[in-house]
């Protein structure tokens, strides 16, 4: 995110300096964002810029000499009554000055602009930690600002600038000066540290996937994963660990949770089987790895065991059994426990299968699965790892004798898209249930703070019933909900929510590429049924 927004700001930055430049590059690890520019002006460009003044009848007398206000004027721009001239604009005479501004050495420049630059940076968690009262995502540590061999002197969160950096953590963090602009990424190289992502992530997915293949596996395509550890190294060694084939008996989406999210570990496959192997990446280089790979496999185990104990109490009861337990999980305040939420998506499901058209089996499964869907909210492995929310709960259901079908909306119920009609009719009523009962309760986003998901909540309502191909009316299906809340429905709660599903409808339709016009033509009338929106956005770009 840092990287992103410098990319924006450091062009913004120079131009409002009047900085020429050939080129920006932005590059980061997760202990320091460098900025390099190229070709940088050694001084800020000249500006002359036409000031209009008071008017000609107040700055000049009837006998056409300067009046007091000509001569503030004057004196306020640097220049003396002299230099003011008369111009006429809109049928009326002002007087104007012609305000020449001499460029600034450049490192002047910066050093005034710079600690807004860093200031600017916003982040989604900060911390306050010296008594300056900055606010930044870690303590800052050291900055480092050159222009050529000159340092750029500013001072920032108690920190001023010079030419000093420092190596890998692993190696003591030893102090590294800096002579020059140019010579930052040969000192970077020497100090082995990877300073482009993109260099990482090459790095750490060509080692992992040769590791993989030397065990007869290969890796899955997880972008979200690479992209996490790519930002976690500035040195990576992938390294290939193991575990005893005994946890393979626990589900593998429990196995590669704890992988994933716990120690941001790399699974390896066989096909579809999981081998009893994983892969880490080291911040460092080779030396002693066997010693961290006997670290890491020590905690792998210890928590495969954690997983092995909740899962064995899991499945000493059936599924239905945490449902009561559901009564202890608050879903908000003024909505309830999740055993209400439960009950509610109990009385909302047949409406909702109603609506989609399902047919008698379909509607069962549906019912069946709301009674259900969050049960396992209440499991232990769950609470421990609520990544695995639905995915565990459909696990259970098969378990303990439900219907395939049952347990696969179930599953499938926080997915985008679901895969079964009877996991549509639960997922659009879990959906409906959320938005009309926050936005009743006056817990609509504000801003881009949006602690309920319910932005999220707008677009799988969208995607799945545009993937269906499914007929919706919204409209209809809010009231069903906003019937059974505890809290008041109106039709102001229900415009409300309607205007905030348009507006992610509105993206939708714009991101697949229709025109401006058509989508606000078409979302004037369809915006309660997103999948008739998308048809009549085709059929009038058409």
Do not use: C
């Not at 429905?489 to 348009?502: C, M, N, P, Y």
Request: glycine share 8%.
């Amino acid at each position: 995110s840092a990287l992103g927004q410098l990319r924006a700001a450091v062009p913004a930055m120079l131009d409002a300096a009047r900085l020429t430049y050939e080129r920006v590059e932005v590059l980061g690890t997760p202990r320091r964002l460098a900025v390099f520019v190229e070709g940088l002006a050694a001084r800020s460009a000249d500006v002359e810029s036409v000031v209009k003044g008071p008017p000609a009848d107040r700055a000049f007398d009837k006998e056409g000499k300067p009046t007091p206000a000509a001569a503030g004027f004057a004196k306020s721009r640097g220049l003396s009554v002299d230099d003011l001239s008369v111009v006429e604009e809109g049928g009326k005479r002002y007087v104007s000055a012609v305000v020449r501004e001499a460029g600034r050495p450049s490192v002047e420049a910066l050093a005034e602009r710079l600690p807004d630059l860093i200031a600017g940076i916003k982040f989604e968690k900060s911390m306050r930690w010296n008594a300056t009262n900055v606010a930044y995502s870690r303590p800052l540590r050291w900055l480092l600002a050159l222009h050529g061999p000159a340092v750029v002197p500013f001072t920032y969160a108690g920190l001023s600038s010079g030419r000093t950096t420092y190596g890998l953590r692993p190696f003591g963090a030893p102090a590294l000066d800096v002579a020059t602009a140019a010579d930052y990424r040969p000192v970077m190289d020497e100090a082995t540290i990877v300073l482009d992502p993109d260099d990482r992530k090459a790095i750490i997915a060509a080692g992992a996937a040769a590791l993989a293949r030397s065990v007869q596996g290969t890796i899955p395509d997880d972008p979200a994963l690479l992209d996490e550890v790519t930002n976690l190294v500035e040195r990576p060694t992938p390294l290939l660990g193991a575990f005893e084939e005994r946890f393979l008996a626990l589900p593998p989406m429990a196995l590669v949770a704890v992988m994933r999210k716990h120690q941001r570990y790399f699974p390896v496959y066989k096909g579809e089987k999981l081998l009893p192997h994983f892969i880490a990446v080291r911040n460092g280089d080779e030396q002693h790895l066997d010693i961290v790979r006997d670290g890491n496999e020590h905690v792998i185990r210890a928590r495969f065991a954690d997983a092995a104990f909740f899962y064995d109490k899991d499945i000493q009861r059936g599924l239905a059994e945490f449902v009561p337990a559901l009564d202890k999980l608050t879903f908000q305040t003024q909505l309830g426990s999740m055993l209400n939420k439960t009950r509610r998506l109990e009385k909302l499901v047949p409406t909702v299968a109603d609506m989609l058209g399902l047919g008698a089996a379909e509607r069962a499964t549906a019912e069946r699965a709301a009674s259900l869907a969050k049960a396992d909210l209440a499991t232990s492995m769950v609470v421990e790892m609520t990544s695995l929310q639905g995915k565990m709960g459909g696990h259970y259901a098969l378990r303990g004798g439900e219907p395939r079908e049952v347990a696969e909306a179930i599953a499938g119920q926080y997915e985008a898209v679901s895969g079964t009609p009877a996991g549509l009719a639960l997922a659009v009523a879990d959906r409906l249930d959320s938005l009309a009962g926050l936005f009743a309760a006056g817990l609509g986003p504000k801003g881009s703070n949006d602690p309920f998901a319910l932005r999220r909540a707008a677009l799988h309502l969208i995607e799945n019933l545009s993937a269906h191909r499914q007929r919706f009316d919204l409209r209809a299906g809010l009231d069903a909900a906003g019937a059974l809340l505890p809290v008041a429905w109106s039709d102001a709660a229900r415009a409300e929510v309607l205007a905030f599903i348009g507006g992610r409808l509105d993206v939708v339709l714009r991101e697949a590429g229709y025109g401006s016009s058509v989508v606000k033509a078409v979302l004037a009338e369809q915006t309660h049924d997103p999948y008739a929106a998308r048809l009549a956005a085709a059929a009038l770009s058409e």
